[in-house]
């Protein structure tokens, strides 16, 4: 199991140095594109609203087994990682800081709010698997605030700022194209973004030990490959992640097919079920 300080660790700070070297690296890329004439741009940023769209269903999928990602800004339960309570459209944990960073924003922009009330006890918990002052008065607040246009907002703000802006630029600056900047995403979704060996820079890490990636000349198949392998291995360290269907029947069909720019029509499995988009 994760060890939960480290990751409440990463999720506050670790960004930081994720943003400096995102900066540091755009530059290098070109360098390396000069040298090697082997980089390809990203010829679709995952950020177009289409396919920003088909990574919200993708993660969804895996997360909730639903291409419905709209339909979670409601989800919490304890899915028994060790994180506390799993909440909204990205897995919000108790445990781990960032549910406790969106409702600290939600509560900034509308004070009083039905979470307000809970943020002492968020603060305690922070760091455990306690359900220590929040239980079911918490989770149902937690469901009518969800309804909240508000609430609905601070989760996608949260979601953008922890997850995917820092995961897209790191692989734009590593020469990845959309389906490269998904599996970057989907890795930090899990993982969360530090620089421990299960956390998404510790996987990029191991995954660079074993491939170049396109911004150093490298082969876009071979590098994602390598990353994928690293993911699953820190998939397999906790029992609430060891399946690994989101890697093997989603994320490795489309790049076997080739599908770098994660075009539609688009099928994959997820523990076994089908999914399709058109």
């Not at 995403?185 to 299960?198: E, K, L, N, R």
Request: charged share 20%.
């Amino acid at each position: 199991m994760k060890n939960l300080l480290n990751k409440q660790t990463s999720r506050r700070t670790a960004l930081l140095v994720l943003a400096a070297s995102v900066a540091v690296l755009p530059a290098q890329t070109g360098l390396a594109a000069a040298a090697t004439g082997k980089t390809k741009a990203a010829s679709v940023d995952l950020t177009d609203s289409k396919k920003k769209e088909i990574a919200m269903e993708l993660v969804s999928s895996a997360e909730n087994s639903s291409l419905n990602w709209k339909a979670q800004y409601k989800y919490i339960e304890d899915i028994g990682d060790g994180r506390g309570y799993t909440a909204g459209i990205i897995g919000f944990c108790s445990g781990t800081g960032d549910m406790l960073d969106l409702v600290e924003l939600y509560t900034n922009r509308k004070p009083g709010n039905v979470l307000a009330k809970f943020l002492p006890a968020l603060r305690k918990v922070n760091g455990t698997s306690s359900h220590s002052g929040l239980g079911s008065s918490f989770t149902n607040a937690w469901k009518t605030a969800a309804a909240d246009s508000a609430f609905q907002q601070a989760q996608n703000d949260e979601r953008d700022r922890v997850y995917f802006n820092p995961a897209v630029q790191q692989a734009k600056a590593d020469g990845l194209r959309a389906l490269g900047q998904f599996i970057y995403y989907d890795a930090i979704v899990m993982h969360g973004p530090g620089t421990d060996s299960t956390s998404f820079g510790g996987i990029r890490k191991s995954a660079l030990k074993k491939a170049k990636p396109p911004s150093q000349g490298g082969n876009e198949t071979t590098y994602l490959n390598a990353f994928l392998d690293a993911r699953k291995a820190a998939m397999k360290t906790e029992e609430a992640h060891s399946d690994t269907s989101r890697v093997d029947t989603e994320q490795r069909v489309f790049l076997k097919n080739g599908n770098f720019d994660l075009n539609p029509p688009l099928d994959w499995k997820v523990y076994g079920d089908s999914y399709h988009i058109s």
